[in-house]
């Protein structure tokens, strides 16, 4: 069931049941959102969780036309940076592939899919990839993440509050440097 206005008017009502139904929506976008973010499964289990609670606490106190998507990846997003403020370790995976995961979203991957041959070159590639991608400035990471997983620019502003001009420049930029890095050219400038 898709998240309407009539559910996210429940859930300021008090209605639990409805807030459910948001978390079932949200969270495996979210916490992969998260993943991504941080790096670590159990932190990132936490801070999805602290999305929620955060979320659940705020929305009743939210304005009518609230965008809901956008909202949560903004305090899902605050709640990453908070983590890596109190000093935690930073580490940056591919976009949301796990261990023996042979689907991203639930839609299988190719057959031919393995770029290098196989799954163990496969590996490979998603640690270089990993590797590279720990390489770009956090808020270009930041941005690049949200366009991958299907944020137009106008909800990356929103979600980040920079500009439009801004969120291009650092989406162009991201993919710039992670290609020069994976092809094995130096960037000259600091993460």
């Not at 992969?32 to 106190?61: C, H, K, N, W």
């Not at 590797?131 to 137009?152: I, P, W």
Request: aromatic share 8%; with cysteine.
């Amino acid at each position: 069931m898709t998240v309407d206005a009539r559910i996210i008017q429940a859930v300021r009502a008090g209605n639990a049941e409805a807030f459910e139904l948001v978390v079932r929506e949200f969270q495996p976008r979210l916490y992969r959102f998260i993943y991504g973010m941080v790096g670590d499964a159990e932190v990132a289990r936490d801070l999805t969780q602290d999305t929620f609670l955060s979320a659940y606490r705020a929305l009743p106190e939210t304005s009518e036309d609230l965008n809901l998507t956008g909202w949560l990846f903004q305090i899902a997003r605050n709640h990453a940076r908070g983590h890596w403020r109190r000093g935690k370790l930073f580490a940056w995976l591919p976009f949301g592939r796990r261990d023996g995961d042979d689907e991203r979203d639930g839609v299988p991957l190719p057959e031919d899919r393995h770029p290098l041959g196989g799954p163990e070159e496969l590996v490979v590639e998603r640690e270089a990839l990993g590797t590279a991608l720990k390489g770009l400035q956090r808020a270009d990471r930041e941005c690049l993440l949200l366009s991958v997983d299907g944020f137009s620019y106008a909800e990356i502003c929103t979600i980040t509050n920079l500009t439009l001009p801004a969120v291009k420049g650092r989406i162009f930029r991201a993919r710039q440097e992670l290609r020069a890095i994976l092809e094995g050219k130096d960037t000259d400038h600091e993460r």
